[in-house]
C-alpha cells in the first residue's frame, strides 16, 4: 500500500513538471514590430494565388460582399463563421488568440472593444498594407476608434451616430410633442406614464453602450488614455448632467425596468409600453426583423440635446473588421477587409439596410434620400447622417473596457434597484475599474 | 491489505525474492495502465495545471510573473469571493433539506406500495431530471417574467401584483425552486432503489411485532437507508457549491440581481472570460475545491460514524 502510495506520488511529480514544460513552451513572447510595407502588387499576388480567409463575423450583410468577392476573385474562398455574438465572440476570440490555435484571419471587433485587442498586441498594425490612406474616406468618430497614434488596428465596418427612436403611435395618441432637448424628455416621460402607467418613456434597467453613449453627448470624457497611462473619472460636469437627468427618471420610476434583447424588450418595442429608443443608426434592421409588428407606429428623430439648439451627438455601438496577429494569410485578409469596409462591399452592405461609416455613402443623395417603408416612408438616413456630422471625436473608451462593461451592471446596476444614486454608482464602477486596470499594470489614477 | 493475499497465492512459488517483486508489480500495472493514463490525463493533468496556473499573474501590461502565494492570499482577503462562498453556503442550508426532504418523502410513499399509478409517478417524478439544466433554466425563466411570462400573465389575468422572482431579493430562492425541480426525482431514485434492498424478511418481523407504518419507517426503513442519505447529501453540497448554469442562464433576465460574482463558480468564470485573470481564478477555484472537499468528507465522517 504505502508503496503504491509513493509511485503514484512519482508519476504525480513527473506529471506535473510535463505540464509544468509544455506551458512554458506556450507562453512565448514574439515580436513583430517593424513589419515590411506591403505593396498593392504583393496583395494583387496573393489574391491570384487564392487561399481560404476565414471570418468571425455576425455582421448577416457580410454574407452577400464574401459571395461577391469569390466571385470577382474565384480562387478565394471565405469561410464565414458567424452568428456569434457579444460576450461569447469575444471569449471565442480571447481564448483562441491565448492559445495561439484556431485564430481565424478575420474578427469583428467592436469599437469599445478594440483598444484591449489592440493593447495585448492581438491585432495586426494595417498601416504596412497601406490602411493609413484611407483616413480620409471615415467619418472621424470611427475612424478615432479604429487608430492609435500612426497604427490602424481594423477598418470601420459601420457605426452608430445616435438618434431617438420613437412611437409616434402612443405620442400622437396622448397628445405628446417629440421631446428635443433631455429636460422635455423628462417631461414627456410623466405626462406618458401618467397618461398611461404601462406607458414608459424608454427601457433602461443598467446598459453599459447606452450610459457611456449618453455620457459622450453630455460632453463628459470619464476615460483619459495616453498609453498605458490610464484616467478615469465620473465626476465632470457632463456626467454630473446625465446623472441628474437620469437620476430624476429612476427615481420616479419612469423607465420601464426592462433589459434590452430580452423577449420583455421586443414585447415592449411592439405593444407601446416603451414609446422611445435612444440608440445608433445600426437599430432600423433590428426593427424590422425584431419588432415586425410594429412597423409604421415607429420613427426616427435626432437625439434630445443637453441645452437647446445643440448638435451634438455621440456613437452608440458600431464595429469594425480587424486581422489577428497570429492570421495566416494576412495579405487575402486585409484584401476582403478593404473590399467590404471601403471598397465595393460598402455598396452592397447599404442596399441591404447596413449604416456605413464611410463619408462618401454618408453624404450621397442616393443615401439620403432611401425611404424606410418600417418608419412610415421616414427618410431616416438624413437624421443619421447629421448626427454622425456631430458626433465630438475626442472620446476614448478604456484598453480593457471589455471587462469594465462586464461589471457595468454589478456596480451601476444597484442605482436601478435599490436607494444607491446613481452618481455614487458610477463611482464604484470608476473604483472597481480602477482597480482592475492597477491589477493589470496600468498607471491609474 | 487482504487484496494482496489471493494474488500472491496464485503466482508461482518464489525462486529469488526479488525479481519475484518486480514481476509483480508491472504485470499489475499492465492492468491497470489504460486506466491510469486516462486518469493522469483527465482528471490529475487539469488539477496540476490549474495549480500551475495559480502560482503566476499574467497582466495585460508587463506580461507573466511568478507570484508565488500571491494569488491564494489574495482569495482569502477578497470580500466579492466570501460574498459568493455565502451566498452558495446560505442556499446550501436551505435548499438541500427542502429538496431532499421532498425527495425522501416521495421515495417512501412510492415505497408503501399503497399508491395507484406508483410506475407513472417515478417516471413522472424523474423526469426534470432527463431536461437538461439550461433548458429547465430556460423553461422556468420564461414563466418568472413579470411581463411577457406566466407570473405577468397571471398578474394581468387577476388584476394581482405577484412578488418579482427575478427580483433582488427572491432571485436565490427562483434559483433554489429550478434546482429543486430539476433534481428531487434523482434523489428520490437513489432513496427508492436503496429502500427496494431492504430485505423482506424484516418487515414481516416488524409485522410480527406489531409495529405501526410510522415505526417501520423509522427503525427500519431510515437506518437502512443511511448510506444513501449521506451519499444524496454530498452530491448536493458539491453541487451547491458548483452553483453556475442555473445564475448563469437567468442573468440576461436580472443582471443587476444577478451580479457576476454570484456564485464561487460563476466569479471564476467571469475572472477567467471577462478579465482574462486566469492564474487568480484558478486560485479561487483550488481554494473552492478545497473548501468542498472539506466539508463534503466531514458529512461522510458525520454521516457514517453513528451506523458503524
Redesign the interface.
Known amino acids: ?1 504505502r508503496r503504491t502510495t509513493r509511485r503514484l506520488m512519482r ?2 511529480a513527473v ?2 513538471v510535463l ?2 514544460g509544455a ?1 512554458a513552451c506556450g ?1 512565448s ?1 514574439d515580436d513583430s514590430a517593424d513589419q515590411k510595407p506591403v505593396s498593392a502588387g504583393d496583395i494583387q499576388a496573393a489574391l491570384k494565388k487564392g487561399g481560404t480567409v476565414t471570418v468571425w463575423a455576425w455582421e448577416p450583410t457580410l454574407k452577400t460582399v464574401a459571395a461577391d468577392f469569390e466571385k470577382k476573385y474565384p480562387k478565394v474562398k471565405i469561410n464565414l463563421v458567424g452568428e456569434r455574438s457579444g ?1 461569447k465572440h469575444y ?1 471565442a476570440l ?2 483562441a488568440i ?1 492559445a495561439e490555435k484556431g485564430v481565424p484571419d478575420i474578427a469583428q471587433v467592436e469599437y469599445f472593444a478594440l483598444g ?1 485587442y489592440a ?2 498586441k492581438g491585432l495586426t498594425d494595417l498601416t504596412p498594407f497601406g490602411a493609413d490612406k484611407l483616413k480620409a474616406k471615415y467619418t472621424p468618430g470611427p475612424w478615432n476608434a479604429v487608430s492609435e497614434g500612426d497604427k490602424v488596428y481594423g477598418l470601420p465596418m459601420d457605426s452608430g451616430p445616435m438618434a431617438l427612436f420613437y412611437n409616434k403611435k402612443v405620442f400622437d395618441k396622448y397628445k405628446v410633442a417629440v421631446p428635443t432637448t433631455w429636460d422635455e424628455y423628462v417631461e414627456a416621460a410623466r405626462k406618458l406614464h401618467k397618461a398611461d402607467p404601462k406607458v414608459y418613456i424608454a427601457a433602461d ?2 446598459d453599459a453602450g447606452l450610459t457611456t453613449s449618453m455620457l459622450w453627448q453630455a460632453g463628459s470624457r470619464p476615460y483619459q488614455v495616453d498609453g ?1 497611462k490610464v484616467k478615469i473619472d465620473f465626476a465632470d460636469a457632463g456626467a454630473k448632467k446625465y446623472t441628474d437627468t437620469w437620476q430624476k427618471l429612476i427615481d420616479e420610476k419612469l423607465v420601464a425596468p ?2 434590452g ?4 424588450w421586443y ?2 418595442l411592439g405593444d407601446g409600453t416603451i414609446a422611445t429608443l435612444p440608440s445608433g443608426a445600426w437599430m432600423p434592421a433590428n426593427f424590422v426583423t425584431g419588432v415586425p409588428k410594429a412597423s409604421g407606429d415607429w420613427r426616427a428623430a435626432p437625439l434630445p440635446a443637453w441645452t437647446k439648439g445643440d448638435k451634438a451627438s455621440a456613437e452608440n455601438g458600431g464595429s469594425s473588421l480587424t486581422v489577428p496577429e497570429l492570421a495566416k494569410n494576412k495579405e487575402l485578409a486585409y484584401a476582403f477587409v478593404e473590399y467590404a469596409n471601403a471598397g465595393d462591399g460598402v455598396q452592397t452592405r447599404i442596399k441591404q439596410g447596413a449604416f456605413p461609416a464611410t463619408t462618401a455613402e454618408l453624404q450621397s443623395t442616393e443615401f439620403q434620400n432611401t425611404k424606410f417603408d418600417y418608419f412610415g416612408g421616414q427618410e431616416a438616413n438624413k437624421i443619421f447622417a447629421d448626427s454622425a456630422a456631430n458626433v465630438a471625436d475626442d472620446w476614448s473608451y478604456l ?2 473596457q ?2 469594465a462593461n ?2 457595468f ?2 456596480t451601476v ?2 442605482a ?3 436607494k444607491t444614486k446613481l452618481a455614487d454608482a458610477l463611482k464604484s464602477w470608476q473604483d472597481a475599474s480602477v482597480k ?1 486596470g492597477k ?4 498607471t491609474v489614477e | ?1 487482504t487484496t494482496l493475499q489471493p494474488s500472491a497465492a496464485v503466482s508461482r512459488p518464489p525462486a529469488r525474492p526479488p525479481s519475484k517483486r518486480d514481476r509483480r508489480s508491472w504485470t499489475g500495472w499492465g492492468f491497470i495502465g489504460p486506466f ?1 493514463v486516462v486518469f ?1 490525463f483527465v482528471f ?2 487539469p488539477i ?2 490549474s ?3 495559480s502560482v503566476f499573474r499574467t ?6 510573473t511568478f507570484v508565488g502565494l500571491d494569488n491564494y492570499q489574495q482569495a482569502l482577503h477578497d470580500d466579492q469571493f466570501w460574498a459568493s462562498l455565502g451566498r452558495v453556503s446560505l442556499f446550501l442550508a436551505v435548499q438541500v433539506p427542502i429538496m431532499l426532504g421532498i425527495a425522501l418523502l416521495i421515495a417512501l410513499a412510492l415505497d408503501s406500495g399503497r399508491l395507484y399509478g406508483k410506475d407513472f409517478f417515478r417516471i413522472a417524478i424523474f423526469l426534470p431530471y432527463a431536461v437538461p439544466a439550461v433548458v429547465a433554466t430556460l423553461m422556468w425563466g ?1 414563466m418568472y ?1 413579470t ?2 411570462g406566466l407570473v405577468g400573465d397571471i398578474n394581468e389575468a387577476f388584476g394581482v401584483t405577484l412578488p418579482d422572482p427575478l ?2 431579493d427572491l432571485v436565490l430562492a427562483s434559483i433554489g425552486n429550478i434546482v429543486t425541480w430539476e433534481f428531487v426525482g434523482y434523489n428520490m431514485l437513489i432513496f427508492y432503489s436503496a429502500l427496494r434492498v431492504i430485505p423482506n424478511s424484516l418487515y414481516e418481523a416488524a409485522e410480527i411485532d406489531g409495529a405501526g407504518q410510522i415505526r417501520v419507517i423509522t427503525a427500519i426503513k431510515l437506518p437502512a437507508i443511511r448510506g444513501a442519505l449521506v451519499i444524496a447529501t454530498i452530491f448536493s453540497i458539491i453541487g451547491s457549491f458548483q452553483l453556475f448554469n442555473e445564475p448563469n442562464i437567468l442573468r ?6 444577478i ?3 454570484y456564485t464561487p463558480n460563476f466569479f471564476t468564470y ?1 475572472l477567467s ?6 492564474n487568480y481564478s484558478a486560485a479561487v477555484a483550488i481554494i473552492m475545491g478545497l473548501i468542498t472537499m472539506v466539508i463534503a468528507y466531514a458529512v461522510q465522517l458525520r454521516g457514517m460514524r453513528k451506523g458503524a
Open positions: 500500500m508519476g504525480l506529471l506535473s505540464a509544468l506551458t507562453g513572447d460576450d471569449t480571447s481564448n491565448s484591449q493593447l495585448t434597467a443598467g498605458t426592462i433589459y434583447w430580452t423577449d420583455d414585447k415592449g484598453p480593457f471589455q471587462y462586464s461589471i451592471n454589478d446596476g444597484k436601478y434597484i435599490s482592475y491589477e493589470q499594470g496600468f | 491489505m491510469a493522469a490529475l493533468a496540476v495545471y495549480i500551475y496556473l497582466q495585460l501590461i508587463g506580461g507573466t420564461f417574467g411581463r411577457f427580483s433582488t440576461p433576465l436580472a443582471r443587476n440581481a451580479t457576476t460574482d467571469s472570460f471577462n478579465g482574462q485573470q486566469h
